[in-house]
């Protein structure tokens, strides 16, 4: 009996890998000891959240014990929140930001299904670059939406901007695109933006609706060899900001995202988008992102030259990993593309091999990733860095021991 719809199982289907590593993870490393187990398939940040988070929240005790210390707030996240993340957001992005285009999202995540629920009606489309984030087919789909991928270029994975040109039609509602990119660890540069943004005022103009460029930044932060990851905000009025701090601020678990609406939309515009995430960002059930994490937010937010900072080490940590899987990589064989941000390497499936058959390799040899086909994009695989420099060192063998095997 099928108690599910054919939706939620083609979804299953798709993320199926994902899973699939992560429990065989808990087996292998049951049977060969956690230490000769090296698993690449999630991720999920390893870094401490820094002093300035920790500090606030052994302060936060006074702060909640009064009435209704942990009680509900506004919709769109505690007015204190929604200025330190627009004081951020204007920072980082080097473009004008106020609070009232700030909403305070359950995760990326939620921001995204918030965004969709607000701006879809059924059958309508939201574009986007292949490869992407395996959600977010589901995450267009919940809402009736149609995901449709336009694949980037073998490699190198730069957009293909007249693809996404001809994708365009009468029901297109928005382009999602996702830079540093998960998984590709690609960077767009700021010349494909500016013709991403002439290409949807074009169709705008064209089907008399703006058409939203929606940027997915949770990596923008990890961009490497001095590498600038453009902000779109500038760059075409009716752009929104959808991010979160699980991985700068090691807060995953806290489930604090935002969206950030960019005011050169105009003011009306402005107000009808966010009026209408309110709202979506209550009837959805997430009514709030953690309060608590909203007050870990306002702490570790509170002096803005030091997150940069603190930022800048984690990219050193994790700059420092992506150096020996580069090496690694390099002495096993496998073709990969230097990955300009993020914490994660998208390398080709060697000899041509289907990344499905050579991730199985992998795995024979202790090593979990993720294949390409999950992200949209086959003959590649996924492997993510986000664990200690010792571990990426001593899967050196376990890599060139399965690319022998093709």
Not at 178 to 190: F, L, Q, W
Not at 241 to 262: M, P, Q, T
Not at 270 to 288: E, H, P
Not at 332 to 342: D, H, L, R, S, V
Request: proline share 6%; net charge neutral.
């Amino acid at each position: 009996m099928q108690l599910v719809s054919d939706q939620i199982l083609n979804a299953q289907k798709g993320s199926s890998w994902i899973r699939r590593m992560f429990e065989a993870g808990i087996e292998m490393k049951k049977q060969f000891g956690a230490e000769n187990v090296y698993d690449f398939s999630l991720g999920s940040p390893d870094l401490n959240p820094p002093a300035t988070v920790i500090d606030t929240l052994r302060g936060l005790a006074d702060q909640v014990d009064v009435p209704a210390g942990l009680g509900y707030m506004p919709n769109a996240g505690y007015p204190a929140a929604r200025e330190a993340l627009a004081k951020w957001t204007e920072a980082e992005q080097g473009a004008p930001m106020t609070a009232s285009n700030i909403i305070i999202t359950v995760g990326a995540a939620g921001g995204l299904n918030c965004i969709f629920r607000a701006i879809l009606m059924p059958g309508e489309e939201v574009i986007c670059p292949s490869p992407y984030f395996v959600e977010y087919g589901s995450y267009v789909g919940n809402y009736g939406g149609v995901l449709k991928p336009v694949k980037s270029a073998p490699g190198t994975f730069k957009l293909n901007i007249e693809g996404i040109a001809e994708a365009i039609n009468e029901k297109t509602r928005a382009l999602l695109i996702n830079s540093p990119n998960n998984p590709a660890g690609v960077v767009y540069t700021a010349d494909e933006i500016d013709a991403l943004a002439a290409i949807l005022r074009k169709a705008s103009q064209k089907y008399g609706r703006p058409i939203l460029l929606i940027a997915d930044e949770p990596y923008r932060f990890l961009a490497y060899d001095g590498c600038s990851v453009p902000s779109v905000l500038p760059r075409y009025e009716y752009s929104v900001v959808c991010s979160s701090f699980s991985k700068n601020l090691g807060l995953a678990g806290e489930r604090i995202g935002y969206i950030a609406v960019n005011p050169a939309m105009g003011t009306e515009d402005a107000a009808q988008l966010v009026s209408g995430l309110i709202l979506t960002n209550r009837i959805l059930g997430y009514v709030n992102s953690p309060c608590i994490g909203q007050k870990l937010i306002i702490g570790g937010l509170a002096d803005i030259q030091l997150a940069l900072k603190l930022q800048s080490d984690q990219l050193a940590i994790y700059a420092e990993r992506r150096r020996i899987m580069a090496d690694i990589l390099t002495e096993a064989g496998i073709e990969f593309q230097m990955p300009a941000g993020t914490f994660y390497f998208f390398p080709k499936a060697p000899h041509g091999m289907d990344d499905v058959t050579f991730v199985q390799k992998l795995a024979d040899e202790r090593v979990l990733a993720v294949p390409g086909s999950g992200f949209g994009y086959a003959g590649y695989f996924r492997i993510a860095i986000c664990v200690d420099k010792a571990v990426i060192e001593r899967s050196r063998a376990s890599f060139i021991a399965a690319a022998k095997k093709v």
